[in-house]
């Protein structure tokens, strides 16, 4: 999950007299250095071992065949060959970005929706932001079990269907049954979260803006495209950056739901909903195939890279003095999943 | 859809202009979102306290049923319950306090000290942010392999022991809340750096280690791939991986896995409500700022 966070809302470093000159010419002054070095240590030797030197190892890894057990074998850029000659693995790049698709448009719209709505509140507004909240906290796997009996052929979604004098939909049998199950369990997922986020946006308009609409005469649609979405823009680029990033890297959702026992997973019926991340887990560590494995990380490295650049230039449009700096976008980027 | 008249009566509504009856349609809807929001945990209660029979059962049981120990009881029956559970805890408890700790110890030096290369590691600190988890899966795991850690709660605690996200946010907030003059008197005193993290500068991070405690708390406690990938051990699992397994087994026995799910998700649940005054007004604090 990621998250806004910038509760100071102080300026980036570079702008800012440091708090205090220690004078590093003198050699006791060197010595005096060593505490705060040996203070944000640990986060650099983690990052060390357990980040950059995974990554580096992993561009390697992708060159070789191994099973994980045995000898590797070099075989150079085959596994990116294999990798884009592979039908499944195409299959699972666009059930992926159907789902995000499907889920992300009306995730935000919605979320903006009960942002507005809940601006316009006064009362309980505490009360709201629990319940709205709470999804977004709850276990997946524990959920995704939940969701899988509501849509169940037997389940809720189509006993309320038939109740309503409709046929029942094949939720987890269907190719769009299968996306739509996907997508509405994300949406339940992150709209409350999104609202929340757009919310503290609109608090942070000042009220003298609205004030000066009205003197100008401006209805509330005016109002809202005129005065509200662009100055929240930064907010809703936030939002559609972190969900790309978030869609892209689907898994426990199509994992949970269409595992078994003989056949590992497979994504469900047709593979409809198979997904990149869940084709990766499959291949590394059901078919102990590392080097593809590797491969497909990067792959997806460069997919998520691609998108999130298109998704800023789209949100941001045009005139850059709008656009946030990379510190900015970047210290908006939580990292709740990321390890 | 009648949401689009919606979003533009309340942002007339948000200017304090709103009729009566655009305030009730406002509320029903945000009461309705309510409902929808929590529908899933109610429905989770009356799939964990009915049978499975119950389950298949139209038109559907709407109610809870009287079955909702006996589910949990054949649950600590199936599976080692207590024993992912401990599991989980002692990796979300050792996991928030060492990042409580390396993160706001590192952000101390960030937000008050200079040192050689300052700008340059925080630089560093924030380009990590930017390396999706599932990149480094499969090396991470072959790393661990190697540790011999795989199969080991260390797997699933160091390396998330320190994290650019909570560095950065704690150095913000340090900046802010902490005074030099507070920090001049300490060292008139004779405290060196570390004295001066933990008498001066923890006491006045409280409420920012509470939000970033419980965001980590929940953040390792809902874990599921890497916990999947590296507890190769399936007698030594997380509760997450517990009860993927329990559904993978037993999903003829709904009854049993909704309640397995329950058991796995009211602690969490309760986390989240004490915490959630300060936690949700953090996060709404923060996105105001941008």
Redesign the interface.
Known sequence: ?A????????PA??E?P?????K?TTPGGRRR?L???L??S???V??A???A???V??VY?SFQDWD?IGDMRFVGLQQYGWLLRDSVFWHSVLNTFEIWFLSTVPML??A???A??????VRFT?A????????N???????T??????FAQ???AN?VL??IGVDGIGWLSSEWGIKSSVSLMII?RW??YNA??F??????IPTEH?EA??VDGAN??Q??FRV?LPQLR??VL?AAVTST?NGL?I??ES??LF???DTGTTGGPGQEGMTI?LY??QK??KEHQ?GY??AM??V??AI?AIFTIINWRLVSGSDDDRRPG??GL?????????? | MAADDRTTSSAHLAIGSGSRLSRIGVRATLLFGVLVSLFPFYWLVVLASGTTQDIYRYPPKLLPGPHLLDNMGRVLDTVDFFGSLFNTVVVAVLGTVLVLFFDSLAAFAFAKYEFPAKKFLFGMLLVTYMIPAQLSLVPQFVTMAEFGWAGSLKALIIPSAANAFGIFWMRQYAQNSLPDELLDAGRIDGAGFFRLYWTVAVPLFRPALAFLGIFTFIGLWNDYIWPLVVMIDPDRVTLQVALANLNVLYNTDYSLVMAGALMSVIPLILVFLIGARHFLRDLAAGAMKM
């Open positions: 999950m998250t806004v966070l910038d509760p100071a809302g102080a470093a570079d800012r440091p708090a205090r000159r220690t590093s250095h505490p705060p070095l203070a944000i640990p986060f650099y983690l990052f071992v357990f980040g030197f995974p990554i190892f992993s890894l994980g719209f919605l903006l929706v009960l507005f709505l809940l601006h316009s509140q505490g709201y932001r629990v319940a709205y909240f709470i999804p906290v709850t276990s997946m796997v524990a959920m079990v939940v969701f899988g009996s509501v037997a389940g809720l006993a038939r109740a339940w709209v409350g929340l986020i919310l503290a946006g609109l608090q942070a609205f609409a009205r509330s649609r109002t809202l509200v930064p907010v936030f990033i890297q898994f426990t994992q949970v595992q078994s026992t991340v990766l887990w590394a560590f590392f494995g590797a990380g990067w997806l490295f998520i990379l510190a970047l210290r908006r980027k939580g990292a709740r999943d990321g390890r």
